[in-house]
């Protein structure tokens, strides 16, 4: 990890020029870095069967990846308990929801070449389908919300189930 003596609030012009809560400026390039990626109560499906929260996640657990195998988290990418996040919300048709930073990749379901497409959250739009748990789910609304803490697991296959909807384990960060 950088060390945070590298880094300063910023003013990021996607969050219409506010200071920003959810990230940080590397003073070395000056360039605005977003933290975060999943808020500590999002869940994911361990071997077991059983659902975990994310903040309660430890490294080697095995959890439901897109090959449909368990896999072994093997660390963190990014991990903060305390800092208040700024998080995209997906409801969808399935009367459930995903929360998870702008600037994270999710797969969108793309009708036209039956297959799973990486895109960044902040594309999404209300209509386009994903994939919950095997099945197609529709995004009826897309929100925001803050939370406090904020968690990025590492698979070998870069991908998990959170909340049962299929997604990457990275982000971009400008």
Not at 9 to 33: A, D
Not at 62 to 84: A, E, Q, R, Y
Not at 138 to 153: A, D, L, Q, W
Request: glycine fraction near 8%; hydrophobic fraction near 30%; charged fraction near 25%.
């Amino acid at each position: 990890l950088i060390s945070t003596s590298y880094f300063e609030k910023c003013v990021c012009p996607e969050e219409s020029n506010r200071i920003s809560t959810s990230c940080e400026k590397n003073i070395k390039t000056g360039k605005c870095i977003k933290k975060g990626c999943f808020p500590g109560s999002a869940q994911v499906l361990l071997q077991g069967g059983q659902k975990k929260d994310m903040k309660d996640l430890k490294v080697g657990e095995l959890v439901l990846t897109s090959s449909g195998h368990f896999l072994p988290i093997l660390g963190w990418l990014d991990i903060n308990h305390n800092k208040d996040t700024n998080f995209v919300r997906i409801l969808t048709n399935k009367s459930s929801s995903l929360s998870l930073t702008e600037s994270h990749v999710i797969f969108r379901h793309s009708e036209k070449e039956d297959r799973q497409e990486p895109i960044f959250t902040r594309d999404l739009k209300v209509g386009d389908i994903l994939l919950h748990e095997g099945s197609k789910a529709r995004i009826m609304e897309i929100t925001s919300e803050t939370k406090n803490g904020f968690y990025s697991p590492l698979t070998a296959s870069g991908t998990l189930l959170v909340d049962g909807y299929l997604v990457s384990c990275y982000a971009s960060y400008p």
